[in-house]
């Protein structure tokens, strides 16, 4: 037994995600045999913490006991980034990274990245109707639903139609004037989405770069509850996405939406606001029923703007309204009827587009000496 032939045995080790030997993802890094006819085996994995870790383990050691190691040690480290982009040129056939317009210098698209501490608090319909508010208004707007394992967002906003691929391009369905895109357009049915972060990082850029946007004036993300991998690739693809913090008025969601929020911090991205929804629901005499408390929203605006040292507005309150939870399942934007809830999140969006945006993308009529 030699270190090639336990190489040789491991050409048929799967990459449980990507379905390709791990020798030719690079990922073996070492094969050492020890005095006892064991082997000590390296493996790089794509991402620290890789949940298929213990599998992979487990098939290399196979692989190598079946090629005569008497014991095998697999030891584990990870991939760098430099490494990780030799990966995915490689799973591209040699084609260099795409291009991610958003991100590129003079590109004036206000880019809204929609988050929340924990899932249930209404950020998709916000997401959804904020973009139909501001198509309304005559802007030309594009949502990507980045809520890969909970995407709403094509019922939500009445798309019917899937996208039209061209050569290497993908022509996003339009509905309202919105285009859209959604994982939930290449999935079948009632099928769950089971990525890791690779998978996800790659179909998020996969949304900004290959999809043909055209000349928008905002792009809205819903992105998945929580600070994972989707939020993380947004901070490094989108830099200057801005961040909309959803919370509802609960002090169990206003905590954990405060560490969703908390992350521009690290990632060096600016908060445009909070938005807290269901703030409570209008009774039949003019009264408020606070069904889920009071305070959440202004809560996490005060503690956000003590964190980032900067003033983190409390956009608005969303009352609770059976007109908006029937228009997000008819895929009719509340913001379409004459609502309580409806003319709020019209008066967001406009407050939206005219917040300051700073003067990152724009040009400057300055010539070096």
Known sequence: MTPEDIHKALEGVLDPEIRRPITELDMVRGVELTPT???????ALTIAGCPMKGRISEDVAAAARKAGATDVQVDLTVMTDEERADLRKKLRGGVEEPVI???EPGNLTRVFAVASGKGG??????????????????????VIDADVYGFSIPRMLGVTTSPTKVDDMILPPVSGEIKVISIGMFTQPGRPVV???PMLHRALQQFLADVFWGDLDVLLLDLPPG???????????LPGAEILVVTTPQLAAAEVAER???????TNQKIAGVIENMSWLEQPDGSKLEIFG???????AERLSEILGTDVPLLGQVPIEIALREGS???????????????????IARGLMHQERGLEGLKLAVTPL
């Open 37 to 43: 006819g064991g082997a000590i085996i390296t493996i």
């Open 101 to 103: 317009p958003f991100s």
């Open 121 to 142: 608090v209404g950020k998709s319909s916000v997401t959804a109707n904020l973009a139909a508010a501001m198509s309304n208004d005559g802007l030309k707007v594009g």
């Open 195 to 197: 990525w890791r972060g």
């Open 227 to 237: 600070t994972g991998d989707i939020a993380i690739s947004v901070a490094q693809m």
């Open 260 to 266: 969703a929020g908390s992350m521009a911090n690290a």
């Open 294 to 300: 009071s305070g959440g929203g202004q809560r996490v």
């Open 329 to 347: 399942d008819s895929g009719v934007p509340v913001v379409n009827n004459d609502t309580a809830a409806g003319n709020l999140l019209i008066d």
